[in-house]
C-alpha cells in the first residue's frame, strides 16, 4: 500500500488546515487507517484513527474537539481536518494504515507534511 499527503502547510495559531491522504490499494475499505504526528526528540504519537466502514473514531485527548478524522472509500482516501491549531501542533503529520483489527500500522506515507502554527 502507497500512502501519499498532502495539504500541510503554515498557519497562524487559531487556523484551520485539511490534511488528506491517498492510498494506493484497491482494497481500501478493508484497512483502519490512522493519522500520526512527530516532533523533535519525540515518539511518534498517534492522533486519530478511523476504522474501515468510518463509522468509528479514536482521538489522543492532545487533539479531541479539535481534529477530526474522515474517510473516503470510494477515492481512497483518509483526511484530517485541524481546527483550531496551536503552536505545538507544528509538527511532521504522517498518514498511515493497518489491516482491519491489526495491532501494528504495517504501512506509512513519507510524513512530508510539516504544519508551522505560529
Known amino acids: 500500500v502507497q500512502l501519499v499527503e498532502s495539504g500541510g502547510g503554515s498557519v497562524q495559531a487559531g487556523g484551520s488546515l485539511r490534511l488528506s491522504c491517498a492510498a494506493s490499494?484497491?482494497?481500501?475499505?478493508?484497512?483502519?487507517m490512522g493519522w500520526f504526528r512527530q516532533t523533535p526528540g519525540k515518539e511518534r504519537e498517534l492522533l486519530a484513527a478511523?476504522?474501515?466502514?468510518?463509522?468509528?473514531?479514536y482521538y489522543a485527548d492532545s487533539v479531541k474537539g479539535r481534529f477530526t478524522i474522515s474517510r473516503d472509500n470510494v477515492n481512497n482516501k483518509v483526511h484530517l481536518q485541524m481546527d483550531s491549531l496551536k503552536p505545538e501542533d507544528t509538527a511532521v503529520y504522517y498518514c498511515a494504515a493497518k489491516p482491519s483489527g491489526g495491532t501494528n500500522y504495517d504501512y506509512w506515507g513519507q510524513g512530508t507534511q510539516e504544519l508551522q502554527s505560529q
Open positions: 490499494r484497491r482494497t481500501f475499505g478493508l484497512l483502519t
Open positions: 478511523v476504522e474501515r466502514s468510518g463509522r468509528n473514531t
